[in-house]
Nanobody, 121 residues
Framework: QVQLVESGGGLVQAGGSLRLSCAAS????????MAWFRQAPGKERELVAA???????HYADSVKGRFTISRDNAKNTLYLQMNSLKPEDTAVYYC???????????????WGQGTQVTVSS
């Protein structure tokens, strides 16, 4: 059973930084792409950043240059370093993983419980 557990959310002032972590268990972590999504109140869930099994990365335009996704396969952990945070980054952030290994996923099948990020102005 795949389990994803996020941590690291909190309240921060605009311009500040946070680092989110996602601890994965239940299968071989290193052969799967991973991603961070977020959902703000009243809005649809959106992809924030994704990383392939071999560490190619993709970012939403809204976070390019401010957020960095990374993975530590030895620790089975996914990270999201968020710098220069803005009030519009306020959302619940979710870690996600696909069922299929190696390929770029078209969908994500496993989700964490989410961690709240609140950026005050």
């Amino acid at each position: 059973q795949v389990q994803l557990v996020e941590s690291g959310g909190g309240l921060v002032q605009a311009g500040g930084s946070l680092r989110l972590s996602c601890a994965a268990s239940g299968r071989t972590f290193s052969i799967y792409a991973m991603a961070w999504f977020r959902q703000a109140p009243g809005k649809e869930r959106e992809l924030v950043a994704a990383i392939s099994w071999n560490s190619n990365t993709h970012y939403a335009d809204s976070v390019k240059g401010r957020f960095t996704i990374s993975r530590d396969n030895a620790k089975n952990t996914l990270y999201l370093q968020m710098n220069s945070l803005k009030p519009e980054d306020t959302a619940v952030y979710y870690c996600a993983a696909p069922k299929v290994a190696y390929v770029l996923p078209t969908s994500f099948d496993y989700w964490g419980q989410g961690t709240q990020v609140t950026v005050s102005s």
